[in-house]
């Protein structure tokens, strides 16, 4: 799915019962006609899920299986264990924004064609009764610009710490992650050696990842969740 083409819109869907809306984010994939079912599969192996229920009013979309992350509100970062699904800019509507900072979660539907049709958004629910869609559920992490540089200080301090103590391969991993501006993948990157290779952390590091971990701000909450089970197994010095 990486190297389809995709657009996104960030969208209000607001069955008849609920005036205030669900913010959602519509992706939609650029593929041949043909190649729709697979695409579909893909997302269903990755634990996507029909969006029926929550077009219908009924139920919401319990899965959580995607992060989305934005360091300036507007550059929306959408991605699973495996992929990034989408990386660009995005105009949500008023109010958007603030109601998916307050809920630290927002609705993510996806299909290929879905935005073609003129009054798109009133077929969604339809599309979803017929298959053409699925669902899932991502956690949000809303940074401001400041507290994105803070956080690659924060990852150049642990990279920094552990260096003299990993072997070559993962401090050349977590480099490249830094300069690809993957911080957080730059951290996970070392903790994970330090744990493989029994390294003894600095209790002040370990200290600063425990906070990074538990914040809600720092990860998305899969590499939260990563970096809290890594933690338990880490020596301290």
Known sequence: ??????????????????????????LDYDVQRGSRHTLLQNLAGRGWRDPSPVFDGVDDLTSAVLSLRSADGRTLLIEDDTDVLFDVVVVPPHGWLEHVRALGAVGVIAGAGITAAPDWQRQLPRLARESELLGSIATVTFTNASGREDFHAFAYEVVAALRPA??????????????????????????????????AVPAQIVDMLQRRATDRTSFGWR?????????RKIRTR
């Open 1 to 26: 799915m990486g190297e389809s083409a995709v657009a996104a819109v960030a969208i209000y869907h607001a069955p008849a019962a609920d005036r205030r809306g669900t913010p959602m984010v519509a």
């Open 166 to 199: 990993l072997p070559p391969e993962a401090v050349h991993d977590a480099g490249f992650a830094l300069e690809d501006d993957r911080p957080h993948r730059a951290v996970l990157e070392v903790v994970d050696s330090a744990v493989r290779h029994r390294v």
């Open 223 to 231: 590499d939260a969740r990563t970096l809290t089970r890594l933690l």
